[in-house]
């Protein structure tokens, strides 16, 4: 199936300072990509994949699991390891919880996390139905477009494919073992009006990580899609102050070309 249009990966050849973003489930690259580009002009080299199933249909979903993500994420740190001296992960909402299972298992080869509205759980009594109701029923509605400012719309699906959604449960419990496993620096930035993930999600995650530079801020104006939302220059000028401070060398890097839709 193509790609719909806007939801094209992403990725800038910069300097030697390497970023990853991860997008969220049932989303696509297009929630990521004023971030992408924002960092990206300032000199940092910037990868921003599709995740398999994703941006295109529904249907394409129901096929795949968290594996075939956090795979897809993991082949991109790879990569951008090969070509950066420095690397920082980032993520929105189950983006999130992919930046954080890199950062557990990658350890010092990541020098920094970066998390808009992460997720840790899937919530309520139809998580507990997953296991029996994604055979006897395809999908339940959308979680796309959570979003504040008037016009501003995120490319995802209408419907959220039941089988994708259990994969998503059983990998937010993965996730939520290696949490003790993650030490970098941590910068974790949430909506207290988010109607997709709860803060309990947020509260847990800090909870649970080993990080001793913790930084939270709160994203007033923005529901959870914040990266496109009234509060995404904070994001996007937070983050990169961040990584500066982490890595000096931010803006010494060459300028370079972009690639994407």
């Not at 997720?119 to 994604?134: D, E």
Request: glycine share 10%; proline share 7%.
């Amino acid at each position: 199936m193509p790609v719909l249009p806007g939801a094209e990966p992403y990725r800038h050849e910069g300097g030697e300072v390497g970023v990853l973003l991860c997008h969220g489930f049932t989303g696509s690259p297009q929630s990521l990509r004023p971030w992408a580009e924002f960092l990206a002009a300032r000199g940092l080299t910037v990868t921003l994949p599709l995740l398999p199933g994703h941006g295109t249909r529904w249907e394409d979903m129901q096929l795949t699991g968290w594996q075939d993500w956090y795979a897809e994420v993991d082949r991109e740190l790879r990569a951008l390891r090969e070509r950066c001296a420095t690397v920082f992960v980032a993520g929105l909402s189950m983006g999130g919880a992919l930046a954080l299972r890199l950062a557990a298992r990658h350890g010092d080869a990541i020098s920094g996390v970066v998390v808009v509205n992460p997720a840790n759980k899937v919530h309520g009594l139809s998580a507990y139905a997953l296991p029996v109701a994604r055979h006897l029923v395809r999908t339940t509605r959308g979680i796309a477009s959570d979003i504040a400012k008037p016009g501003s719309v995120e490319i995802g699906y209408d419907r959220v494919p039941l089988h994708a959604a259990h994969s998503l449960r059983n990998f937010f419990r993965v996730v939520d073992r290696e949490l003790p496993r993650v030490t970098q620096p941590l910068l974790l930035l949430r909506s207290p009006q988010d109607h997709v993930v709860p803060p309990a999600d947020s509260a847990r995650i800090l909870s649970r990580v080993s990080s001793t530079d913790v930084t939270e801020l709160l994203l007033e104006q923005s529901y959870h899609v914040a990266t496109l939302d009234h509060d995404a220059d904070r994001i996007f000028e937070e983050s990169l102050a961040f990584i500066g401070r982490l890595a000096p060398s931010v803006g010494a890097g060459k300028e370079g070309t972009a690639t994407g839709g």
